[in-house]
């Protein structure tokens, strides 16, 4: 029993490694769309690091910074920027404790708890920032039409943005509120245009909020940029719907290796006492260590293989 699990969880490993190291291939990206990311990395680099210096906002390499973002990226903003970082050192000791005193009252159990809290807390905050993203990249369309309505209807830019506050709804309309909140008590208009930039996820939005604030300082005429960014938008919103259906196809592969080889490890170890005594052994915890290589390689090939599918 113990020698089937232990080969079932290699094969597994080994099956997920080379099977998204091979996706990768799906991700052939074109040279306009290596133009447009170059042109979006050069306009907002400089912009989001001086604004998150400004706004006191963590840095996302640290613990407090990563979690930070993730829980603004889902739309939840919370006041103390320590918070999310917090829950997150919170939840995992809170769920060990109940693993190890109360089911199934052993180290091991624990461990599995915190790291399944862990885990659960960060796949909440991403499923809600995706799902935001999505809802605001499919409002971005109707924001580039009325802004430039506005515009064309000799409204100055501050006013054709403050006109689509009331005409968007929500995801984008709520931002778009703040912001008309933030100029109501004499907050200047580039500060708040970077205010709506820290809080929104969305790449075309980034780029969108980094070229107005260009134009608006420099003076230039923001409706043919506007126009243009329409027109990349509508482009990478169509490919964007072909990508995200080639990767909900392989969704459910990744979930399912995903929760089959802790499932196997834990079957293992509670089937049988004599496997519990061989996990504590040497050659146990190297077999261990193998597995856990091997599981912890082929999810971060996986994560990576689909990010690129998303970003070409």
Do not use: C
């Not at 293992?268 to 261990?288: E, H, R, V």
Request: proline residues 5%; hydrophobic residues 50%; charged residues 15%.
């Amino acid at each position: 029993m113990l020698f089937l699990a232990l080969t079932v969880a290699v094969v597994i490993g080994l099956a997920i490694f080379f099977f998204f190291l091979g996706l990768g291939n799906v991700a052939s990206k074109t040279k306009d769309e290596e133009k447009f990311k170059e042109m979006v990395e050069a306009i907002t680099r400089s912009e989001i690091a001086i604004d998150r210096v400004e706004s006191n906002m963590p840095d996302p390499k640290t613990w407090s910074g990563y979690w930070y973002k993730l829980a603004i990226s889902a739309g939840y903003a919370p006041e103390n920027t320590s918070g999310p970082g917090y829950l997150a050192m919170a939840l995992p000791i809170v769920t060990f404790a109940f693993g190890f005193l109360v089911v199934p009252r052993d180290a091991l159990g624990g461990l599995a708890f915190a790291i399944a809290s862990i885990v659960i807390l960060r796949l909440f905050f991403r499923i809600a920032a995706n799902r935001r993203i999505a809802a605001l990249d499919k409002q971005l369309p109707n924001l580039l039409s009325g802004l430039r309505a506005s515009l064309q209807a000799n409204l100055t830019p501050q006013q054709a943005i403050l006109a689509q506050a009331e005409e968007i709804s929500a995801p984008l309309g709520d931002e778009l509120k703040t912001l008309r909140d933030e100029l109501s008590v004499n907050i200047p208009l580039d500060t708040a245009l970077s205010n709506l930039a820290l809080r929104i996820p969305s790449r075309e939005v980034k780029f969108l909020v980094a070229a107005t604030r260009i134009a608006i300082a420099s003076g230039t005429d923001l409706d043919p940029l506007l126009q243009t960014i329409q027109e990349i938008v509508v482009q990478r919103a169509r490919i964007a719907n072909h990508l995200a259906s080639a990767v909900a196809q392989v969704q459910p592969a990744i979930v399912v290796t995903g929760v089959m080889i802790p499932a196997a490890l834990i079957f293992s170890y509670y089937s049988d006492k004599s496997n519990q005594a061989f996990w504590a052994t040497p050659m146990g915890l190297i077999a261990l260590l193998v597995v856990g290589g091997l599981y912890a390689t082929g999810l971060f090939i996986a994560k990576k293989q689909v990010d690129r599918v998303k970003d070409a």
